[in-house]
């Protein structure tokens, strides 16, 4: 089975992390997206910096990460959105052949 992956991303605005999730669900590019509003404290630019984001949980397979990553630079607007792919161990059989059928 190919590898199941949760790709992370945060955005500036719900209206954002909603274009960025319906664009990736409906091109089939990942299974489901979640989203949760976060507080993100970061350096930028050599200040620490506070802001309201919201992270997105993206459900898909690993050999889509590099056209997920391209969908989410073409749609975001920072300057560096964050992109951080982490493999699924193991999980419900059910739940990533689900996440491997949405996918293809």
């Known amino acids: 089975m190919t590898q199941a992956v949760i790709i992370f991303t945060s955005c500036g605005s719900a209206g954002e992390a909603e274009r960025i999730a319906e664009a990736l669900v ?3 590019l990942a299974a489901c997206v979640q989203m949760q509003p976060v507080t993100s404290i970061y350096r930028w630019h050599g200040a620490v910096e506070r802001a309201a984001e919201v992270l997105l949980h993206i459900k898909t397979r690993s050999g889509l990460a590099p056209a997920v990553e391209a969908r989410i630079r073409a749609l975001h607007s920072y300057e560096v959105p964050e992109v951080v ?6 999980g419900s059989a059910d739940y990533l052949g689900w996440i491997r059928d949405e996918t293809d």
């Open 26 to 28: 409906a091109e089939r």
């Open 85 to 90: 792919v982490v493999p699924v161990s193991t």
